[in-house]
């Protein structure tokens, strides 16, 4: 038996000046001593030299219309859909500055659904 592997969705935000701001203050944070970032977040350069930033499922948390991330604030979203599916595990936030500009992404384990012992 397989188990399904985990799934990334891109997602749309509102970008604010507050946030590139808290952003920024994180990435020379982490330049200047890695020590310093909050528990839960870690940050890397990829081989692009693009900046990124992962938030364990710890640091933050989703509500209807926003997700709210220790250590840099509130993120508004765009749209009311769920981000991710009922019962999703393993959620990690990945935040990546590309050449287009910030990407925010979700990654998580969808729930396995096991279909045991089920009669017709």
């Given at each position: 038996m397989s188990h399904v592997k985990s799934r990334e969705v891109v997602l749309p935000l509102k970008i604010t000046d507050d946030l590139l701001k808290a952003l920024e203050a994180m990435r020379n944070a982490w330049r200047r001593d890695p020590h310093s970032v909050p528990r839960g977040?870690?940050?890397?350069?990829?081989?692009?030299?693009?900046?990124?930033?992962?938030?364990?499922?710890?640091?933050?948390?989703?509500?209807?219309?926003a997700i709210i991330i220790k250590g840099l604030g509130a993120i508004e979203l765009v749209g009311t859909e769920p981000l991710f599916e009922e019962g999703a595990s393993s959620k990690t936030l990945v935040l990546k500055d590309t050449p287009e500009g910030w990407?925010?992404?979700?990654?998580?384990?969808?729930?396995?659904?096991?279909?045991?012992?089920?009669?017709?």
């Open positions: 977040l870690s940050c890397t350069e990829s081989k692009e030299g693009q900046f990124v930033m992962v938030a364990a499922e710890s640091v933050f948390t989703t509500i209807p219309g990407r925010f992404a979700v990654k998580y384990v969808p729930p396995i659904v096991r279909e045991r012992n089920t009669k017709q």
